[in-house]
């Protein structure tokens, strides 16, 4: 078996359930039977000591004179029970040729003992006479026949427990495999997901409760992706939509201009105008440059306190003299302060700024108000001109997204990456746009944490 199936093995959940339930089986089957070993152990014991001192109590009313030896020391000599008396920690008698442990003859608070000598094993205890404080009788009993019992005993114990410990773990096999089968059928299921299935969805219903929960964040995180996914080819198309425009105004051009012999004023014209559609060019891509670049964090920011009004009025003149042919003016009111990048706040607004100026109707008024509540500031920039339907609000701030689905290119019209750009500037500054267009008004509101 390779290393690698091994590794895979020992990481597998089945595996580790099954050897976590063997485990805890041969344990709990262990202990059982070494407890089932202690108590018939101390059974034992006990049954001993209620005999030999069932027997004490008729000797000590017989008491142990010189005659008790001539009458009864016959009947423990041949009997099972051993006798042995003892005064000040010495033999005075005993009825068998097997000595006394020396730490249990002399320890007189020892009641009871056991020892081995020869392969026979000894149980004794320890009596007091009542009428004879000096003498001690001590009563023993060969157990070997408990010890031999005891022995194989412990040994069908220990097979009954392998084996029981062995069924144990083929049953845990059973049922864990059995257990299973809802993750393996939910293994198909996910298996038969792939880019172009994205819109399969799991029934949460048929499977168990503690998968249920694992089914429905599964099935959000496909929405997730089908959204996604959805998201990155109407990207792509879009690229390919606003790379081929201009550069198939350039290749028509071009191929018009070589077509007869021009005017040195004709060829500058060309010229001029692939200069134009270059520039446009240009700014799309580094714009998404840019935008890619933020999404991820990868813009160095020169964070400073910045006062938005000066900032906002620079922009206001220029936009303003930019919105001269439609007649727009430019309102600013209010005052606040952020911590942030002023170049990358600056484009921000000037993005809003110029969206707000493109899409106000002529001879109109945009306003910019700035304003502090609590600990965020906000930057409303507000113009009157046709109203965004509402379906359309959520996805104003992606990329290339224009309400205008013929896409038709104006001398006016952007790439539709600056509403992006704007929004992903303001959540590198912790903060977000917000939108609102009703009766032909429209707001973009920037807000940004104080």
Sequence with gaps: MSKVRINAMFNSMSSKLIVSFFTASILVLFALSATTLYHLKRHFYFQDKDAITHKYRTLNKLQLQNDFIAKYGTFFELGENKLWAVEDNKVIYQ????????????????DSAEWE????????????LEEEPGVEIILGININRQRIFLNSFSVVLLWITLGASMVSGFLGWLIVKKGMRPVKHLEEHMKQISTEKLDLRIEPALFPSELQQLVVVSNDMLSRLEKEFERLSEYSSDIAHELRTPISNMMTQTQVILAHPRTSEEYQESLISTSEELSRLTKTITDMLYLAKSEHNLLQTDNEDIDLYPLIEDLAEYYELAGDEKGVTINLTGSGTVHGDKE????????????????????????????????????????????????????????????????????????????????SIAKIHNGDILVRSDNGITSFILSVPK
């Design 95 to 110: 009825s068998t040729d097997t000595p006394l442990p020396f730490d249990f003859l002399n320890d007189s608070g020892q």
């Design 117 to 128: 000598i020869d392969n026979n094993r000894f149980r004794a205890f320890r009596f007091h």
């Design 344 to 423: 990358m706040l600056k484009r921000a607004l000037g993005n809003l700024i110029s969206n707000a100026v493109r899409h106000s109707d002529n001879n109109e008024a945009i306003n910019i108000q700035i304003s502090q509540i609590n600990n965020t500031t906000k930057v409303a920039v507000i113009n009157k001109g046709e109203t965004i339907p509402a379906e359309y609000l959520p996805y104003i701030f992606e990329r290339f997204y224009r309400v205008d689905k013929a896409r038709m290119h104006r001398a006016t019209a952007g790439a539709g990456l600056g509403l992006a750009i704007a929004r």
